[in-house]
């Protein structure tokens, strides 16, 4: 039995088909036979039996469905690390909002997915436990699975899991679902709870999903949405039922194909998948709309500045004071933040905290964070008028398929170029998914993202549904 | 009012501007449900937020903005509609975020005003640059092991008010004055609970000296005093020493001093290449704060009668002069004291000054020596009203009253019963007195006689006798016209 898609797994608990115990046989059997991956920071057969037994089923969908954990969110009965070795024995004693949401709804967690350390990738090169090997990789040649949420995409597109919480700041949740075959979705920010979700740029960090299907992405992201007073950023609005509501009807709507998004050395294969995407639309009766929008090309320097500065102050609290890893040999107070931030945290985490200190500094803070902040406005407008416009965007996900391990590793802008068709959407703090649409040359799947306006997640899910249900 | 230190080569005047950290008086911190009460166990008062772990994020509690609010109209300021919440970043042990949330380029207030009062009468208006919240630090603590220091966040996340004045201050004194209505208005407030014991009031003083016409000099900032006799000692000691830097042809460095209150010096806390870049930029935590009308507006309801409008009141209605009315007014809980005599016994309105000075030479005198707070006092403002009442109807002289006072204090009895107890009335039966009269002037014949051929000092004489007989009974003023009468 295949065991992909939550509908299809609660219908057949629902019916006795198969207990929950035979049920997650499978997914432990799964995950024991891809450990290889490297998917899980944390996986511990007992926790997922101790969950079954206290466990009792209810009518609602999402009840005994395997679902793994981003290891960004705070958990009370796994540790928490943020793949760093600074929070690498951290007990969280609190449940982020997020996961309470599931676990108040009968989901099971699988374990804690890898990441980037502290979500900083693009690769999933940057965990202190090791890289994750995307599953669609040949033996003899590993890939990437994407970043940073690259555990949770893995998880999902190897069937070791039936969904998976992720982050996405700047195309966290959006770039590795591409590489991996699946589904990803960030909601307009505000829309999930950051309550318990270690921190990288506070304004830009949104929790979002991953699954095999659109269905399966709307019905857990009704999951996790909400407004939560703990939150001072989280929004007061009301979560529609998106599964329930999907309507495959496009006919009169305008999709707006922003040609700032035809960037130069833009591999052929992505134009192709775009353009077919385009003509798929078309066929469903949706206006095809050229629109511009102008800020874009300062979209990836204003993320680089922007998620950084932030980060450098959210990350300034694993001191070694309070919790987590704290350095052995040290005389003075100084000499213990240097020494425990210098051994704890890895090159990347580092050289963000160094890019976002740097901006912030007296001199350099209105030359760069100002006018950083004053870009990512203009950025938001853009899509603000493009939308007066068009009722949703369609660009590429990525500049590429899955790339090797090892790529791209020698230089950090190369790397970051990877979130180059993200980014634009987390500044502007709209919605985006990503669904597979095609494949590369060599085979690989290849991601078509959908924009809309903020809360208007019901847009992309209808419209990610007709592309998935068109999918030739 | 102008206030000059002499040097060796010319007068100096002090220039100082003041920094008041106030705690706000609230039951929770201001971004966590974490209780703020003083002296608990070390760190049982700490949140999720305040220690800062992981992913947990801040909430504005909306009780200390009243506050902030509250005490910016209490300062005749301008409250902004629109303010925003900052991050300044340093790494101290006490501190859990690494960042102190704070106000920085857009305060909750903005511009007001306070008055203070000199003893001579005159008033001087210091100008308030603006009004913050910010978050407080936990504590380090050094003394407890040789080796170790440990923290507690207890304090970690209380909301602190940081008013910014302008440096018109120029003297000690006027800091003094200027710190002591501060605490006043905000224990009027209710914004504050004032105990600098406690540590409630701590104010970073900003100092510069200067040849008076010149431009300001360069200043130094002392962090972090507590007491307003350390910071008096303060202000002068690093005044005197800029100046002496001065005269000697020096220059003065811009530096964080600390005061060391066992050598009554003040020293740099750290060298300029440790100087703190604290990188401030808004808290993406946190929307910027936007207050309506309405939530001022019914704020403003809420504020209560102010010591400059008690003042105002005190000299207009019970013509009382302005430093009377100001060592009333100062703290709430006097004036409270004063308003309650006058409210019970409103016949007393036209000897005001009288309840004043019972309320500040005797009330003050004994409740000191007793350590007694005057909200406290064994003595009602009724009590005390009924004795004023008996002075000025007449009925008992002030000396006696003065006893009357002790027993008061001592027994809790109404001065009406201590003085029926003890036939303490007055005599004022001209008969009687006139009876006491003759017999000190029969035994003191040779004494009138002086007195009739000239030595007029004599009448105290015959006054003292005669009240000595009456046991002090006797109605000073008849006793006085009689004798003179007689004598003529």
Redesign the interface.
Known sequence: MEFITIKETAHKLKNKDISIHELYEIFIKRTNNNLDLNAYIYFNEEKIHQQLSAHSATTNLLNGIPIAIKDLFCTKSMPTTAASKILKDFQSPYESFVTQKLLNQGAIFMGKTNCDEFAMGSANTTSYFGNVINPLSSKDKPLVPGGSSGGSAAAVAAKLCLGATGTDTGGSIRQPASFCGIVGIKPTYGLCSRWGVVAFASSLDQAGIFANNVEDSALLMEGIAGYDPNDSTSANVNVPNYCQSINTDLAGKTVGIPSEYNVQGIPEEISIVWEKAIKKLESGGVKIKRISLPHTKYALPTYYIIAPAEASSNLARYDGVKYGFRSELFSSLDDMYELTRREGFGKEVKRRILIGTYVLSSGYYDAYYLKAQKVRKLIANDFENAFRECDFILTPTTPSAAFPIGDKEDDPIKMYLNDIFTVPASLAGIPGISIPFGKSNNGLPLGIQLLSKHFDEQTIFNVASFLEKNND | MINLIKGKTSDWETIIGLEIHAQVKSNSKLFSSASTKFGSDPNSQVS?VD??????????NEYCIRQAVKTGLGLHAKINHYSVFD?K?Y?Y?DL????QISQYKYPIVGEGKVIIDFKDGNSKEIRIIRLHLEQDAGKSIHDQNPTK?F?DLNRSGIALMEIVSEPDLRSAEEVALYIGKIRSILMYLDTCDGNMQEGSIRADVNISVRKPGDDYGTRCEIKNLNSIKFIKQAIEYESRRQINILEDGGKIEQNTLLFNVQSGKTKPMRSKEEAH?Y???PD????PLELEDKFIKDIKEEIPELPDQRKKRYIDEFKLSNYDSSILTAEKEISDFFDLVLFTHKELRSSAKLVVNWITSELFSILNKNEINISKSPISPDYLGKLVLMITGNKISGKIAKDVFEEMFNSNKSPNDIVKERGLIQVTNTNEIELIINEILEANKDKVADYKSGKKKLLGFFVGQAMKLSQGKANPKILNDLLLEKLS
């Open positions: 999720l220690a800062a772990m992981p992913g947990m994020l801040p909430v504005i991050r970043n790494f042990a859990p975020q690494g960042y220091t923290v870049d990188r401030y930029f993406p935590d946190l929307l």
